[in-house]
Antibody, heavy 123, light 107 residues
Framework: EVQLVESGGGLVKAGGSLRLSCAAS????????MSWVRQAPGKRLEWVSSISSRGNYIYYAASVKGRFTVSRDNAENSLHVEMTRLRLEDTAVYYC????????????????WGQGTLVTVSS | DIQMTQSPSSLSASVGDRVTIACRASQSISTYLNWYVQRPGMTPKLLIYAASSLESGVPSRFSGSGSGTDFTLTISGLQPEDFATYYC?????????FGQGTKVDVK
């Protein structure tokens, strides 16, 4: 069974830092691009970042670029995001997701999603 | 960034109803459009990818259509477990963006 389990969320003051991790199992982790998607309370889902299978291509949303750093350890089947200079608006549930490319369609999608970890930034 | 707009933002329906949710992209995205469902207290789950391809294990009452800028998710025969929030998402470019969601609740 494909499984993604996030950890590391919690309460942090604005300006502070936090590191989230995602443990992957049930698939060949090193073959997939992985992403972080977040959902602030009452808001739509927001893509945060994606990292290619070997970690050589990394993309960030404009809202987090320069503050968040995503990395992966293919030997440990794990994904990480180092979040610095946190802002109130970074408060959200952070989901670890796998990016899948459909063989027949060539179109990609997020599947599955982890259970999420809550990050709360206080003033 | 490509903006995704869903309509309606919420709707009330009964078990057995046919429900249609629309999603519009701010520019053409071909068929690079996915649909997800988020049931209360649960994580999002893929329903439809590439606009009309049903994810394995998803009931056939769900269907998707459209291309370019206008897309539709249809639930033919709403079931109790379908009362949830539905999101569309494009995968045409980076950044991928989501619609604001459509909440389907009990009439």
């Amino acid at each position: 069974e494909v499984q993604l389990v996030e950890s590391g969320g919690g309460l942090v003051k604005a300006g502070g830092s936090l590191r989230l991790s995602c443990a992957a199992s049930g698939f060949t982790f090193s073959s997939y691009t992985m992403s972080w998607v977040r959902q602030a309370p009452g808001k739509r889902l927001e893509w945060v970042s994606s990292i290619s299978s070997r970690g050589n291509y990394i993309y960030y949303a404009a809202s987090v670029k320069g503050r968040f750093t995503v990395s992966r350890d293919n030997a440990e089947n794990s994904l990480h995001v180092e979040m610095t200079r946190l802002r109130l608006e970074d408060t959200a549930v952070y989901y670890c997701v796998r990016r899948v490319v459909g063989v027949e369609t060539g179109s990609d999608y997020f599947d599955p999603w982890g259970q999420g970890t809550l990050v709360t930034v206080s003033s | 960034d490509i903006q995704m707009t869903q309509s309606p933002s919420s709707l009330s329906a009964s078990v057995g109803d046919r429900v249609t949710i629309a999603c519009r992209a701010s520019q053409s995205i071909s068929t690079y459009l996915n649909w997800y469902v988020q049931r209360p207290g649960m994580t999002p789950k893929l329903l439809i990818y590439a606009a009309s391809s049903l994810e394995s294990g998803v009931p056939s009452r769900f269907s998707g259509s459209g291309s370019g800028t206008d897309f539709t998710l249809t639930i033919s025969g709403l079931q109790p477990e379908d009362f949830a929030t539905y999101y569309c998402q494009h995968s045409y470019t980076i950044p991928p963006t989501f619609g604001q969601g459509t909440k389907v609740d009990v009439k």
